[in-house]
């Protein structure tokens, strides 16, 4: 199981700002693939994000120039700033490292579960 801790959800009005965090255990290999996808009551899971170990990051269609993935080797953790922020923006928000193939896509397979966090929660009201 990934040892990984998100934090920063919170409730925000439309067009607010949230910055989440992950903080990776630290004796883990650090950045070799994170990412975070979200997924809300009744919804199936969403990629919104990922970064490998390249540097070459991608994103979700519905996020594209309002969130911003980002990482900090010295204190192993990866962020997610969330500008413009959307009511459909509302769900719980997973943390995922080093999951098999590495693609945006594969990251929110059923039976990945493993590579995932317990998720931290965002609501953003209109």
């Known amino acids: 199981q990934a040892q990984l801790l998100e934090s920063g959800g919170g409730s925000v009005q439309a067009g607010g700002s949230l910055r989440l965090s992950c903080k990776t255990a630290?004796?883990?290999?650090?950045?070799?693939?994170m990412g975070w996808f979200r997924q809300a009551p009744g919804k199936e899971r969403e990629a919104v994000a990922h970064?490998?170990?390249?540097?070459?990051?991608s994103y979700g269609d519905s996020v594209k120039g309002r969130f911003t993935i980002s990482e900090d080797s010295a204190s192993n953790t990866l962020f997610l700033q969330m500008n413009g922020l959307k009511p459909e923006d509302s769900a719980m928000y997973f943390c995922?490292?080093?999951?098999?193939?590495?693609?945006?896509?594969?990251?929110?397979?059923?039976?990945?579960?493993?590579?995932w966090g317990q998720g931290t929660e965002v609501t953003v009201s209109s």
């Open positions: 995922a490292k080093d999951w098999p193939m590495c693609t945006l896509a594969t990251m929110i397979r059923p039976g990945f579960s493993d590579y």
């Open positions: 630290r004796y883990t290999p650090i950045m070799y693939c």
């Open positions: 970064i490998d170990s390249d540097g070459r990051i």
